[in-house]
Nanobody, 115 residues
């Protein structure tokens, strides 16, 4: 099995920043996509950002220019740097590993943006 563990969430004021981390329990060989999703109360889970094993990235329009997804392969970790946060960014953020034939979810980390 593969476990994903997110961290870095918390309470931040509007305009602030957070960096989320997702540690994968083992090294992934071959094609994969790692992504951050979020789910706000009363909303469906939505894709925030993704990065492939080849390094290409994809962002939702609502975070372009504010969020950056990156990875450290040596640490089996993917990051989401979140800047210029607004209350609309409040959600539980989930890490996801897509292996094509199977996917894995982290437990989620709460991000709350409020004054």
């Amino acid at each position: 099995q593969v476990q994903l563990v997110e961290s870095g969430g918390g309470l931040v004021q509007p305009g602030g920043s957070l960096r989320l981390s997702c540690v994968v329990s083992r090294t992934i060989v071959g094609f994969y996509t790692m992504a951050w999703y979020r789910q706000a109360p009363g909303k469906q889970r939505e894709l925030v950002a993704a990065i492939s094993s080849g390094g290409s990235t994809n962002y939702a329009d609502f975070v372009k220019g504010r969020f950056t997804i990156s990875r450290d392969n040596a640490k089996n970790t993917v990051y989401l740097q979140m800047n210029s946060l607004t209350p609309d960014d409040t959600a539980v953020y989930y890490c996801h590993l897509d292996l094509g034939h199977i996917g894995y979810w982290g437990q989620g980390t709460q991000v709350t943006v409020s004054s």
